[in-house]
């Protein structure tokens, strides 16, 4: 089965606005991670939200895990054209430790 | 800051031919593992690589498919047969220990993109 998938597929927001991003999950987690990567580039580890923990904080960066929900958030405040790309969330699963990435959220940011 | 570093960029072979994808992970990490990503799509999981044994993969991996860390720093991924379907970009990505099994990010290179003629 699919580990989490993000929502929206795509946002385009103005300079200076705040990006939204969900993802969804279907299996016990460890741990969930951002990714951050770059039109034909790798990905880049932004934050990992361990299951014991609801919120975490990273410069503009704010995510939050809902584990009765099966659901985390990534906020990004403040945002700047740099910040255009595409999210990814990857999950770890309880059972087996399997890294699985998400379809990806791709954020534009409008100069 | 360290970083995973994979060679080539960019390789075009036919169909049929064999490729080899190369990684250097960065140096004090005992995990590696190999994703791709067809054009547009999700990241897929291939393979994981610790202990010098394959310790998942993926049912993408194949026969077709072996990894191999042949010395203290170089890690790769062959492609014995290319057909068109595995053209992708393909990632090399390294984990350090952590305090709890999966509790430690992945560092991913910049990838290989594989087009398959």
């Known amino acids: 089965s699919q580990q989490g998938e993000e929502d929206p597929q795509a946002l385009s927001i103005q300079e200076g606005e705040n990006a939204t991003m969900n993802c969804s999950y279907k299996?016990?987690?460890?741990?969930l991670q951002w990714y951050r990567q770059n039109s034909g580039r790798g990905l880049v580890h932004l934050i990992l939200?361990?299951?014991?923990?609801r919120e975490k904080h990273s410069g503009r960066l704010r995510v939050t895990l809902d584990t009765s929900k099966k659901s985390s958030s990534l906020l990004i405040t403040a945002s700047r054209a740099a910040d255009t790309a595409s999210y990814f969330c990857?999950?770890?699963?309880?059972?087996?430790?399997?890294?699985?990435f998400g379809a990806g959220t791709t954020v534009t940011v409008r100069a | 800051e360290p970083e995973v570093t994979q060679t080539p960029s960019h390789q075009v072979t036919q169909m049929g031919q064999e490729v080899i994808l190369r990684c250097v992970p960065i140096?004090?990490?005992?995990?590696f593992y190999w994703y791709r990503q067809i054009l547009g799509q999700k990241v897929e999981f291939l393979v994981s690589?610790?202990?010098?044994?394959?310790?998942?993969k993926s049912e993408i991996f194949d026969d077709q498919f072996s990894v191999e860390r042949p010395d203290g720093s170089n890690f790769t991924l062959k492609i014995r047969s290319t057909k068109l379907e595995d053209s992708a970009m393909y990632f090399c990505?390294?984990?350090?220990?952590?305090?709890?099994?999966?509790?430690?990010?992945?560092?991913f290179g910049n990838g290989t993109r594989l087009t398959v003629t």
């Open positions: 990505a390294s984990r350090a220990p952590s305090d709890s099994f999966g509790n430690s990010p992945l560092h």
């Open positions: 299996t016990s987690i460890n741990n």
């Open positions: 939200i361990r299951s014991n923990e």
């Open positions: 990857a999950t770890v699963r309880s059972n087996d430790y399997k890294l699985s």
């Open positions: 140096s004090n990490h005992l995990y």
């Open positions: 690589f610790y202990n010098n044994e394959i310790s998942e």
